[in-house]
Structure formats: C-alpha cells, structure tokens
C-alpha cells in the first residue's frame, strides 16, 4: 500500500526557513516523479514544485521560484522541500503527491499534509 508522510511543517516568522520531508513507502520510490502541493485556507490546491524520479530535473511555481529547493534521497525515499526567505503568503497546509506519466503528469496518491505557519 503506497504512504506518503510529510512532516517538518510549524510556526516560522518572515525571512526564516524550515525544510519539509515526505517519507515514502509501498512503491519504488525513484519509479516517480514526485512533487510538493499547498492549500492555504478559501484557496485552492496549488503545485509548488516537482522532480523527476532520477532527481535530474525539477520545477517551480514562480513563487516560490528561487526561495525553495526540492530535492530527493532515492536511497532513503524521501523527498524534500527547503524553504527559506518564507512569507506569509506561504502559509498553507502542504502536501506531497506521487506523480504519474501518460502523456502529461498526473498525481495519483497524497499525502496527510504538514502545516507551515509563517507569521509576520
């Protein structure tokens, strides 16, 4: 059974960092690209960042661009998200999501989510 579990979430005031994780389980890992999702609350889901399943390539939102870094350890099956110069803007519930390939990326299994909290 595929788990994704995140953790590294809390309370940050502006201009501070946290790194989040999302531990991985019932599945091969490095098989998927992988990504990072956020919900702040009355929004909608948004995609913040994904990475290959070789961690060779990765991709942002423009909001995040140049202020976080995914990355993975295919060896331990985590994935991770550095977040610094944070804003409250980046408030959110964030999730990770298993992505899948037919043609376009598609997620097929979440995540419980980590709430980041970043106080201005």
């Known amino acids: 059974e595929v788990h994704l579990v995140e953790s590294g979430g809390g309370l940050v005031q502006v201009g501070g960092s946290l790194r989040l994780a999302c531990a991985a389980s019932?599945?091969?890992?490095?098989?998927?690209?992988i990504g990072w999702f956020r919900q702040a609350p009355g929004k909608e889901r948004e995609g913040v960042s994904c990475?290959?399943?070789?961690?060779?390539?990765?991709y942002y939102a423009g909001s995040v661009k140049g202020r976080f870094t995914i990355s993975r350890d295919n060896a331990k099956n985590t994935l991770y998200l550095q977040m610094n110069s944070l804003k409250p803007e980046d408030t959110a519930l964030y999730y990770c999501?298993?992505?899948?390939?037919?043609?376009?990326?598609?997620?097929?299994?979440w995540g419980q989510g980590t709430q980041v909290t970043v106080s201005s």
């Open positions: 990475i290959t399943s070789s961690g060779s390539s990765a």
């Open positions: 019932g599945f091969t890992f490095d098989d998927y690209g």
């Open positions: 999501a298993r992505l899948t390939y037919s043609g376009i990326y598609l997620t097929d299994y």
